[in-house]
Structures are given as structure tokens and as C-alpha cells.
């Protein structure tokens, strides 16, 4: 039982480039959420898929978009990247019961030159 | 506006000295506080959940309390490996069931 589990773990992008961010949980949750965290500002939500087929925006959605790919899976996708994308993303994954808490992967640290 | 604020951003402490770190919030419609623990490089840990005043919850050396307008986490005699960052969040009303966080306090804890 991985959890929830990121790829890639670290990325170098110049400005302009396009990736994914691969997401994945093998907890049979429904909830599935992107997260950014920069310093001094704490965790922000940028994208969250409530359940299998759904999918919202978050605080701070602009340049980004998603992908909730079946139960397990819930990708992230920078199209066009830009310097302020440069952050640590973590994905989050919720069972969507009476406990719930929300369970984080490993992060994937992302600089864009 | 929904927020939680953390204090203190960071503090440190010695081996066996107990402290308590706090996390005020005002939200509309509160669901459940939750505590985190962060390493470097690392993501959030799940560390408790909180969901009417007056409760309470322990694990090891952490306690974490709730009232209406603010959680602590005591920190009783804390050793080394209890240095971290600890988050605090909100899950406010509503379906969607968002976290809003706050930006943390970085705990060292020197032997």
C-alpha cells in the first residue's frame, strides 16, 4: 500500500515548455486535489476532482489544468510554464467520509527558468 | 474572508522543554481542524483532526486542542526528532470540503 504517490520527484523547465505531473492513489479514494506550496504562503489549492469524472477550480487554477484520468489517477498539466510557476505541487487524496482528512504525496519540486 | 493564522513562524527549543504552538482561524462554518507535520522535502503527515470545542487529542508526546476560535498543540518534553513544521488547516462548509491553511511553524528542538 504505496498511498499516494508522485512523479516526476524534481523538474527543470524553461519558460514556455509544457508537462505533466502524474498523480496517483491506491487508497480507493473519491477526492483527488493539486496543491501548491511556496514559502511564506502556505498550501494553496490550484485544482480538486471531488469525485471519478468531476473536476474544479481551486484559489489559484490560472495556468494550469487537469485531468481526472479514472478513481486512481489525477494529473496536473502546466501548458505553457512561466517563472511564477516555479513551487512545490503536492497531490492530495480523501476518502470523502466522516473522517475526512485529506492524505499528501511526496511532492514534486518544479523550477521554471 | 475565510482565514487561519499560525503562531509562532518558527521556534526552538531544548530537549524536555514543553511548548505549545497555535493556530487562531476565522472561518464561516467550521467543519474540522486539522494538524500536519512536515519534514524537509517531504509532504504533509497526517497528525490529528478536531471537529467541536472542547475536544482533544493525543498522540505521544502532541495534544491537540480546539475551541471556537483557535487550536493549540502542546508539545510535551519534545526531543530532537519531533523538529518539523507543523500545519494547521481548515475545512470550511460546503460540499466541496476545501483546506485552507496556514503558513506554519518551523519547530527545532535542540538536544
Known amino acids: 500500500n504505496a498511498g499516494v504517490t508522485q512523479t516526476p520527484k524534481f523538474q527543470v523547465l524553461k519558460t514556455g515548455q509544457s508537462m505533466t505531473l502524474q498523480c496517483a492513489q491506491d487508497?480507493?479514494?473519491?477526492?483527488m486535489y493539486w496543491y501548491r506550496q511556496d514559502p511564506g504562503m502556505g498550501l494553496r489549492l490550484i485544482y480538486y476532482s471531488a469525485s471519478e469524472g468531476t473536476t474544479d477550480k481551486g484559489e489559484v487554477p490560472n495556468g494550469y489544468n487537469v485531468s481526472r484520468l479514472n478513481k486512481r489517477e489525477f494529473s496536473l498539466r502546466l501548458e505553457s510554464a512561466a517563472p511564477s510557476q516555479t513551487s512545490v505541487y503536492f497531490c492530495?487524496?480523501?476518502?470523502?467520509?466522516?473522517?475526512?482528512?485529506?492524505?499528501f504525496g511526496p511532492g514534486t519540486r518544479l523550477t521554471v527558468l | 474572508e475565510d482565514q487561519v493564522t499560525q503562531s509562532p513562524e518558527a521556534l526552538r527549543l531544548q530537549e524536555g522543554e514543553s511548548s505549545s504552538l497555535n493556530c487562531s482561524y476565522t472561518?464561516?462554518?467550521?467543519?474540522?481542524l486539522f494538524w500536519y507535520r512536515q519534514d524537509p522535502g517531504k509532504g504533509p503527515e497526517f497528525l490529528f483532526t478536531l471537529y467541536s470545542a472542547g475536544e482533544e487529542k493525543e498522540k505521544e508526546r502532541l495534544k491537540a486542542t480546539l475551541t471556537k476560535k483557535e487550536s493549540f498543540l502542546h508539545i510535551t518534553a519534545p526531543k530532537p526528532e519531533d523538529s518539523a513544521t507543523y500545519l494547521c488547516a481548515v475545512q470550511t462548509g460546503g460540499a466541496t470540503n476545501k483546506l485552507i491553511f496556514g503558513t506554519g511553524t518551523l519547530l527545532a528542538v535542540q538536544p
Open positions: 487508497m480507493n479514494h473519491n477526492s
Open positions: 492530495a487524496s480523501r476518502l470523502q467520509g466522516a473522517a475526512d482528512t485529506q492524505y
Open positions: 472561518v464561516s462554518g467550521l467543519r474540522g
